[in-house]
């Protein structure tokens, strides 16, 4: 594939995979005296502007953090005004659809809605063929629980015969996550101060490197999301060499 031009001018080559952790909404809500659910809401409007822009940017995937397996830990009303604006979103794909965008969602569907999951089976099979940039939403995701569903899969080839423990290598691990042919992760943005994981992709996120802001999600701008990859831009990788 050509390689695409970039926005933010011909001689940037942005990451290929930018992962983005979503965090801040409550704190964004609470600083104006409004039900947490509020932040959410704003979030979520946010990640589309973000979205359409990275396309513009040149990026081939981006992978937003929306619910983690411990956001269960939440209030059962939260997590149900979280729930529904999933689905609301997935109602509304279709600027993403005319943009070319393909979507994929990671992580344990098992546990969500009947309906929620119906409308995700949906908006992946009705986008798989785009190739403008794939879009990647991880919901009900836990890095740890998915390197736990990769290594039962390998366990349950052991047990048949198919495969012996010492012939298990990283790539099989790797062709078992959630990730499936998604590419490692170059980049990875937080925003509202907090400079952890919180169980975001730790397999992928290995050699990646990392951007933080103090500002909270609902007021990461698209000129935010351009210094975060120009700063990546600067940065020297080396993978262990020299
Ligand atoms: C991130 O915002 C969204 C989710 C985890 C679903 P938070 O809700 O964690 O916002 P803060 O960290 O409490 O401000
Ligand atoms: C990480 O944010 C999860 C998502 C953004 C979906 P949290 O707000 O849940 O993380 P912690 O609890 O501060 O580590
Ligand atoms: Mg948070």
């Known amino acids: 594939m050509a390689r695409k031009i970039s926005c933010l001018g011909d001689n940037i080559i942005p990451p290929a995979h930018v992962g983005v952790i979503m965090d801040g909404n409550g704190r964004w809500a609470k600083k104006r005296g409004l039900p947490r659910k509020f932040g959410h809401r704003e979030g979520a409007k946010n990640f589309r502007s973000i979205t359409k822009h990275a396309k513009a940017v040149g990026i081939d995937y981006i992978t937003f953090y929306a619910f983690s397996t411990e956001n269960w830990k939440r209030p059962k009303e939260e997590v149900d005004a979280i729930m529904d604006l999933f689905e609301k979103y997935l109602d509304e794909v279709e600027d993403f659809i005319e943009e070319n965008i393909r979507i994929r969602f990671i992580g344990d569907r098992s546990q969500l809605k009947p309906s929620l999951q119906a ?79 919180s169980n975001f992709m730790i397999w992928q996120a290995a050699y990646a490197e990392f951007y933080y802001t103090n500002i909270l999600w609902p007021d990461f701008r698209v000129n935010d999301f351009d210094k975060a990859i120009l700063d990546f831009c600067e940065r020297n990788r080396r993978f262990g060499g020299i």
Do not use: W
């Not at 798989?128 to 390998?154: P, Q």
């Not at 012939?167 to 490692?184: A, K, V």
């Open 119 to 197: 409308k995700m089976r949906h908006t992946e099979e009705t986008s798989k063929d785009f190739d403008a940039m794939t879009l990647v939403l991880a919901i009900n995701y836990g890095g740890r629980d998915e390197i736990c569903h990769s290594v039962k899969t390998l366990a349950e080839q052991v047990k048949r015969g198919e495969l012996e423990p010492q012939d298990i290598t990283e790539d099989m691990i790797e062709r078992n996550l959630y990730t499936e042919e998604i590419p490692p992760l170059d980049l990875v943005i937080r925003p509202s101060g907090e400079q952890r994981l």
